[in-house]
T-cell receptor, first 112, second 113 residues
Framework: DQQVKQNSPSLSVQEGRISILNCDYT??????FLWYKKYPAEGPTFLIS?????DKNEDGRFTVFLNKSAKHLSLHIVPSQPGDSAVYFC???????????FGPGTRLSVLP | DAGVIQSPRHEVTEMGQEVTLRCKPI?????LFWYRQTMMRGLELLIY????????DSGMPEDRFSAKMPNASFSTLKIQPSEPRDSAVYFC???????????FGEGSRLTVL
């Protein structure tokens, strides 16, 4: 059973608008949440993270929101740019701090 | 500063052959992970090591897969014998256990004919 779900395999957004990527997890013991971005033929690269003691973390155009009661995580990109087109993976770190579990990814396309 | 280094970047082999993928983690990191990316399952954890010791290998598909970490700066993932269904991109990643994020290599794309 998947511990981390990203129910939208793909998302298309117009340049300049907001992109919202969603992620749900099953285990309330997870304590650290991350978003990774992946371009074709490259490894995933870290984008932004949030600890379970916070509900929001912002870094430039990227903001991650955490709703612990709903076990839901979202990434907002605003304004979206064509260079943001990539696959975005949600990931969680277990409470032992050793293992990272990834969702299946959402392919974002930002249209000029 | 060097990131995670994987080799080879591309490997094409025939069914039944042995495949060895290599990884050098970031210096100072004490956790190392092997992931496999497929269209169907996304990023799937195969095995991870902490301080060179395998902690969880429950993701290793079957006995044809094995992984070793003889020292803090080197790990291998071996498939013997390889099968066409093993075709995927294999990623190595490292981190400092309990602190911060995971850093990935560029991946090894394996094609088994």
């Amino acid at each position: 059973d998947q511990q981390v779900k990203q129910n939208s395999p793909s998302l298309s957004v117009q340049e300049g608008r907001i992109s919202i990527l969603n992620c749900d997890y099953t285990n309330s013991m997870f304590d650290y949440f991350l978003w990774y971005k992946k371009y074709p033929a490259e490894g995933p690269t870290f984008l932004i993270s949030i600890s379970s003691i916070k509900d929001k973390n912002e870094d430039g155009r990227f903001t991650v929101f955490l709703n612990k009661s709903a076990k839901h995580l979202s990434l907002h990109i605003v304004p979206s740019q064509p260079g943001d087109s990539a696959v975005y993976f949600c990931a969680v770190r277990d409470n032992y701090g050793q293992n990272f579990v990834f969702g299946p990814g959402t392919r974002l396309s930002v249209l000029p | 500063d060097a990131g995670v280094i994987q080799s080879p970047r591309h490997e094409v082999t025939e069914m039944g052959q042995e495949v060895t993928l290599r990884c050098k983690p970031i210096s100072g990191h004490n956790s190392l992970f092997w992931y496999r990316q497929t269209m169907m399952r996304g990023l799937e954890l195969l095995i991870y090591f902490n301080n060179n010791v395998p902690i969880d290998d429950s993701g290793m598909p079957e006995d044809r897969f094995s992984a070793k970490m003889p020292n803090a700066s080197f790990s291998t993932l071996k498939i013997q014998p390889s099968e066409p269904r093993d075709s995927a991109v294999y990623f190595c990643a490292s981190s400092f256990s309990g602190v911060g994020e995971l850093f990935f290599g560029e991946g090894s794309r394996l094609t088994v004919l």
